[in-house]
């Protein structure tokens, strides 16, 4: 079964400070992986896609199939990137399972 | 084009009772998925409908269970309820099979659920 890995519950860091969520997996097939952010009072929407290779609001996330890894990174932080942060691997069937979620706070 | 939505917002019903929740889909939808997020946790796949049939389910006993309706609305029912149930319970769309692999899930706003 497949099964992903949020280190951190809690990342507090200073407003113009780098930042990288952490989130491993364990998946038998090919995964597709996603960050989905839940900013207060709102709902859960998508952040990124790794078949993508975008940069959404700054952050960017590599696919490392050697050390299944999935980071999500920033160069500097902003006050408005607090939130709940979700690392999410989708399998075949369409089916996602998170991780279980890191807090981003940034300070001013 | 609509987001997805559900309904109620909040809920509160004792253990042993019965409960519905409710979801429409995003516009253009046919698939819909059901997640459980206790508090604390990150959501936990509960099933998926596909063509108002289940197409595939988590590790959840058989007293949760699901309808899908042919507008794609769908249906989470919840029976003999107990106090761990207490969790949100989101619903998310998507087209499947995908016609671009940037196809992906949308969520609604949640149904608080609160069992005494």
């Known amino acids: 079964a497949q099964r992903v890995t949020q280190p951190e519950k809690l990342l507090s860091v200073f407003k113009g400070a780098p930042v990288e969520l952490k989130c491993n997996y364990s998946?038998?097939?090919?995964?597709?992986l996603f960050w989905y952010v839940q900013y207060s009072r709102q709902r859960l929407q998508l952040l990124l896609r790794?078949?993508s290779r975008e940069s959404i609001k700054g952050f960017t996330a590599d696919l490392n199939k050697g050390e299944t890894s999935f980071h999500l990174k920033k160069p500097f932080a902003q006050e408005e990137d607090s939130a709940m942060y979700y690392c999410?691997?989708?399998?075949?069937?369409?089916?996602?399972?998170f991780g279980g979620g890191t807090r981003l706070m940034v300070k001013p | 084009e609509t987001g997805v939505t559900q309904s109620p917002t909040h809920l509160i019903k004792t253990r042993g009772q019965q409960v519905t929740l409710r979801c429409s889909s995003q516009?253009?939808?046919?698939?819909v998925s059901w997640y459980q997020q206790a508090l604390g946790q990150g959501p936990q796949f509960i099933f998926q409908?596909?063509?108002?049939?289940?197409?595939g389910r988590g590790n959840f006993p058989p007293r949760f269970s699901g309808l899908q309706f042919p507008n794609y609305s769908s249906e989470l029912n919840v029976n003999a309820l107990e106090l761990d149930d207490s969790a949100l319970y989101l619903c998310?769309?998507?087209?499947?099979?995908?016609?671009?692999?940037?196809?992906?899930?949308?969520f609604g706003p949640g149904t608080r659920l609160t069992v005494l």
């Open positions: 998310a769309s998507s087209l499947y099979p995908r016609v671009s692999r940037t196809d992906t899930q949308y």
């Open positions: 998946y038998s097939g090919s995964p597709e």
């Open positions: 790794h078949i």
């Open positions: 999410v691997l989708k399998d075949a069937g369409n089916m996602l399972t």
């Open positions: 516009s253009g939808h046919n698939t």
């Open positions: 409908y596909y063509r108002e049939e289940e197409n």
